[in-house]
Each structure stands twice: as structure tokens, then as C-alpha cells.
């Protein structure tokens, strides 16, 4: 059975650092999201990509997060410099359509310290 | 503002017993409602969807559009429903919002 695949699993990194975080959607999804999820909380959406174009950024925090989907295909989100406050799960996800069902990764945790 | 509101962070109930999963959404439109579950270990997954009406592993959810509510139910509650659920609502052209989940503990 296909599955959204994100590496790494686990992620520690020191403040300040750059880090990268790495998702593969279901073949064939033009959707694909990026949330992140903090400790007893719900998903919050970052990014939604549509093919290799950005639907909506309104809550990416432009000023030390990036995201592409260059080709359409795999994505990368981008934190530079990391803060404290950036722990939590990064989360992937794919639909084959904008907001049909969406299948997720199993998200990369970040810790940073 | 969209939003969607789990108002138990935990929820224990006996097993064999009724459970209702309370999820309200404030939306001045026409929504679409899903149902997502997390159990321990796996990744988040959809449990069901307001406009397919399914009842999937004998949960069902019906929209209330008057109390705009999309509250998650099961008659007789199985220990291996023990899991995070999260409600969630979209229009066509827009985000999925999350609400911040209940866990659900069945207990013995």
C-alpha cells in the first residue's frame, strides 16, 4: 500500500542551526501539506502545495521557514535559524485533489536545543 | 475565522459502553467535516467524512448544521478504539483545520 514517506524520523539540533526535513507523497498526489503539531495540540497547516505551486503560506513563518516542491513531486521545509519554540512534529501529508482525503506521513520530530 | 472546537482533552469510558466525541466548527459557509484518528504508534488517518455517511469500525458522525456540530459516536465502545481523534473541517477551496483532539482511554 502506498504511504507519504518523510525522513528524517528524529531530528535534534542545536538553536540557530539549520535543519531540513524531507517528504515523498503517494504517487500521483498533486496535493501536499506540511503541519505542524506541538505536544496536545491539533495539526496546524504551514503549507499547502498544489502540484509545485504554494495554495496557501498564510501561516509559514517566512522569516525562518521555507518550503518547495520544485518538480511537483517530493518536498523539503527548511527552518533557518531554529528556535526553541520549533520543537514539535512536522507532519507531511498528500491528497490526490485540494482537500479530499489527506494521507499523512509519520512526521519528523524536531527537537531543538 | 474557521475554526473547530474538541472541548475533552481525555475522554474514559468502560468497555461496552456508549461514547460521543464532541466536535463544534464555526463557519458561516458550507462545511466539510472528517474525522481523523491517530492510535498509539501509527500515523494520523481518516475515519470517516461527513458526505460519505459511512459508519467505519461502527463509528458514525452526523453534521448538525443548526448546532454546528460533527459529534463522533459508537454504541458500544471496544478497547481497541483507545486512541487520539481529531476533528477537522474544510471548504472546497480551502485549508483543512484541525481541532486540538480528544484522547479517547477505553478502559477494561
Known amino acids: 500500500e502506498a504511504e507519504v514517506a518523510q525522513s528524517p524520523r528524529y531530528k535534534i539540533t542545536e538553536k540557530s542551526q539549520a535543519v531540513a526535513f524531507w517528504c515523498d507523497p503517494i504517487?500521483?498526489?498533486?496535493?501536499l501539506y506540511w503541519y505542524r503539531q506541538i505536544l496536545g495540540q491539533g495539526p496546524e497547516l504551514l503549507v499547502q502545495f498544489q502540484d509545485e505551486s504554494v495554495v496557501d503560506d498564510s501561516q509559514l513563518p517566512k522569516d525562518r521557514f521555507s518550503a518547495e516542491r520544485l518538480k511537483g513531486v517530493d518536498s523539503t521545509l527548511k527552518i533557518q535559524p531554529a528556535e526553541l519554540g520549533d520543537s514539535a512534529m512536522y507532519l507531511c501529508?498528500?491528497?490526490?485533489?485540494?482537500?479530499?482525503?489527506?494521507?499523512f506521513g509519520q512526521g519528523t520530530r524536531l527537537t531543538v536545543v | 475565522a474557521q475554526r473547530v472546537t474538541q472541548p475533552e482533552k481525555l475522554l474514559s469510558v468502560f468497555k461496552g459502553a456508549p461514547v460521543e466525541l464532541k466536535c463544534n466548527y464555526s463557519y458561516s459557509g458550507s462545511p466539510e467535516l472528517f474525522w481523523y484518528v491517530q492510535y498509539s504508534r501509527q500515523r494520523l488517518q481518516l475515519l470517516l467524512r461527513?458526505?460519505s455517511r459511512e459508519s467505519i469500525k461502527g463509528f458514525t458522525a452526523d453534521l448538525n448544521k443548526g448546532e454546528t456540530s460533527f459529534h463522533l459516536k459508537k454504541p458500544f465502545a471496544q478497547e481497541e478504539d483507545s486512541a487520539m481523534y481529531y476533528c477537522a473541517l474544510t471548504r472546497g477551496d480551502d485549508k483543512i483545520i484541525f481541532g486540538k483532539g480528544t484522547r479517547l482511554h477505553i478502559l477494561p
Open positions: 504517487s500521483g498526489h498533486a496535493t
Open positions: 461527513h458526505i
Open positions: 501529508a498528500s491528497s490526490l485533489q485540494l482537500n479530499t482525503e489527506a494521507f
